[in-house]
């Protein structure tokens, strides 16, 4: 794969696809531009080179509309708080007055194109629009992991028409630390696995069954493995068409040496609501009627044994519904686990990321990866098109 380090950008107009979907509160503030920071280092790079730096994101899901209120305005007015620097917001992100905009550029001047989704053509991969992309750039640079798996104009229809291309620093940190994970791991490795449904994990659990050492699973899908193993749930959250892939994926960790965890106890509820009646009970004993939402203490315990002498830890999907405290004490201690362990850290997806600042923990995890779908799709053995490309 080709980088960033690899290019000459001097004097060219260098177009980079980031990720600055960020979220925004009802007055279209910023709330958290953590996605803005982490590619700072690649815009200034390009800025520091003497690029001509045209910036392409997406924002929100606006259908292939104008919507002005997925407009990237706000965007590029905190960009200049960032940079110190003028930031132009083109009209559109192609036609002839963004192309005039872009011509007139000078070496580190900095024009940030409007809203990719804005054209439908941008999901659909089309080829004219990929193309009046491309005549926007001598140079094109992915640093926006967040969206390369999906094969869309801005990821991969411009990276093929254009000869000059690469990974910017985020996207090439990204692959590094992936590969530090699960291609070439210092073990033991052990994938620490939650999140609500089998079925969106499920070609990441049969891959990492050949790659790890140990898996812990949590969260609501702990549920459905339990359940296929005979267990009544109550009515905790079961996927029930997946019980018997359920079964064989405990099957294959047995036959493959992987020690498997489920939890041995819960915090249950009778009704999923932050005010809800709760108690601790062990797997065995939920009450009819109710439902688990949590891990509880004794899994804790018997999760930080299976993380003790971990040297590589990949986490994906929260212990449980910590979004309401009620519900939260086992993400919480499983977060304080992976930070005070001695492994190579990495956590990848919005919510495991979001329980580890909730935590305050966020300094103390080797890496926090930008993308959930996309390390997601990595975990499942897949490549991401737009790295691919670049290659």
């Not at 033991?188 to 790890?212: I, Q, T």
Request: aromatic content about 6%.
């Amino acid at each position: 794969m080709n980088t960033i380090r690899d290019l000459d950008l001097s004097e060219k107009r260098v177009l980079v696809r980031v990720d600055f979907n960020v979220p925004m509160d009802d007055q279209l503030a910023i709330t958290d531009d953590i996605r803005m920071r982490m590619v700072l280092p690649t815009i200034k790079y390009v800025l520091e080179n003497r690029g001509k730096l045209v910036l392409c994101s997406h924002m929100g899901r606006p259908k292939g509309q104008r919507v002005e209120a997925f407009s990237l305005a706000p965007v590029a007015a905190h960009l200049r708080e960032l940079l110190g620097r003028a930031v132009r917001l083109a009209p559109d992100c192609i036609g002839r007055e963004t192309e005039e905009c872009v011509t007139g550029m000078s070496a580190g001047e900095v024009v940030l194109l409007e809203n990719l989704r804005f054209h439908a053509e941008e999901t659909k991969n089309g080829a004219a629009f990929a193309d009046n992309l491309a005549r926007l750039a001598d140079v094109y640079i992915n640093d926006a992991f967040a969206v390369s798996h999906r094969a869309h104009a801005s990821v991969v229809g411009v990276a093929e028409r254009i000869e000059a291309k690469g990974a910017g620093f985020l996207l090439e940190t990204e692959m590094d630390y992936f590969h530090k994970s699960m291609d070439e791991p210092v073990r033991p490795l052990v994938a620490l696995v939650g999140g609500a449904k089998v079925s969106s994990k499920l070609g990441a659990l049969e891959n990492m069954l050949d790659r790890v050492d140990r898996m812990v699973i949590g969260g609501a899908m702990a549920n459905t493995f339990l359940k296929s193993m005979g267990i009544d749930v109550g009515n905790s959250l079961v996927e029930d068409d997946l019980l018997e892939t359920a079964r064989k994926l405990i099957d294959t960790a047995e036959k493959k040496g992987v020690k498997l965890y489920l939890p041995v106890d819960f915090v249950v509820a009778d009704r999923f609501a932050a005010d809800a009646i709760t108690k601790n009970v062990t797997y065995r004993d939920i009450p009819s009627g109710w439902m688990a939402l949590d891990i509880g203490p004794a899994s804790t315990i018997l999760f930080k044994e299976a993380l003790d002498d971990a040297r590589t830890i990949v986490w994906n999907g929260p212990m449980g519904a910590f979004e309401m405290d009620a519900f939260a004490r086992g993400t919480m201690a499983l977060c304080q686990i992976v930070a005070n362990s001695h492994a190579l850290s990495i956590t990848g997806g919005g919510d495991s990321n979001a329980a580890v600042k909730k935590a305050g923990e966020e300094k103390n995890i080797s890496y926090m990866s930008t993308g959930g779908g996309a390390f997601l799709t990595l975990m499942e053995g897949k490549t991401l098109p737009g790295v691919e490309v670049l290659s």
